[in-house]
């Protein structure tokens, strides 16, 4: 048994996850010693908070995969980015600049928590039009989506997926979040549970504790989706993007 995490800030130096390198690689071995074995590097997308940090994330990188192969060799690494909905984010998707999950057609997505429902169905329609397989990041903070499970449902129905933070649904976001992240799980919408760790303290790596609150609550078919399968389908898919629910 392996978890995959297919949303993740360790990268250190390029947005507001891992500051240092160190700072990093902690993170890194705490995903591993968690259960986790193939972790995808997804670092923010956001030319207006970020700047280009492009090379940046080459660079860490490229650190990490020379420690994980003398430390961690089991572990597998991917990278991608979390893209910051904007109008411009199809081309900067067609010209490379920002990440697809692994080169795949998945695109890891976010909004503003308190971006309008209509800029969230056009933004995931934009990525479904233009041939990508929109990933809604921590589906469960846009306000505008509470209690909105028939349009999840559509939207999934069209090509989007769905993703869920381990935090929210183990309620270290309050009871609020975490009654949103169990509707969404009873109603089957959910693809994906991601850290989108950030750093040891506050925002921490790893996926057993979600994953064990979903095998007693829910279904143990549904956790291994959830925790391990879907991620690797989709980080091993070829880059015409196949199909997973
Ligand atoms: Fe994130």
Redesign the pocket.
């Known amino acids: 048994m392996f978890f995959a995490d297919i949303?993740t800030?360790a990268l250190f130096g390029v947005d507001d996850g891992a500051k240092t390198e160190k700072d990093m690689l902690a993170m890194v071995k705490a995903e591993y010693e968690d259960g986790t074995r193939l972790m995808c590097l997804?670092p923010?997308f956001h030319p207006g908070y970020y700047g280009d940090n492009r090379a940046a994330v080459r660079s860490a990188f490229e650190t990490l995969l020379h420690y994980a192969e003398d430390e961690l060799p089991d572990l597998e690494l991917c990278l991608g980015n979390?893209l910051h909905y904007s109008q411009d984010c199809v081309s900067w998707l067609r010209n490379g600049d920002c990440k697809t999950i692994n080169g795949t057609r998945y695109v890891l997505v976010?909004f503003s928590h308190n971006e309008e429902e209509r800029v969230i169905v056009r933004g995931t329609e934009e990525l479904l039009n233009a041939g990508y397989r929109p990933i809604l990041?921590h589906v469960e903070r846009y306000n505008a989506l509470r209690r909105r499970n028939p349009l999840l449902a559509r939207l999934r129905d069209n090509g989007a997926l769905l993703q869920i933070n381990t935090q929210t649904l183990v309620g270290e976001w309050g009871f609020g979040m975490r009654n949103r992240c169990m509707r969404l799980l009873e109603d089957g919408l959910v693809s994906f549970v991601a850290s989108?760790c950030h750093d040891m303290k506050n925002r921490g790596p790893g996926l057993s504790k979600a994953y064990e609150m979903i095998v007693k609550k829910i279904d143990k078919g549904y956790a291994n989706a959830l925790c391990m399968n879907n991620a690797a389908e989709i980080v091993h898919a070829d880059t015409d993007g196949k199909d997973t629910d």
Do not use: G
């Open positions: 949303h800030h997804t923010h979390e976010d990041a989108d």
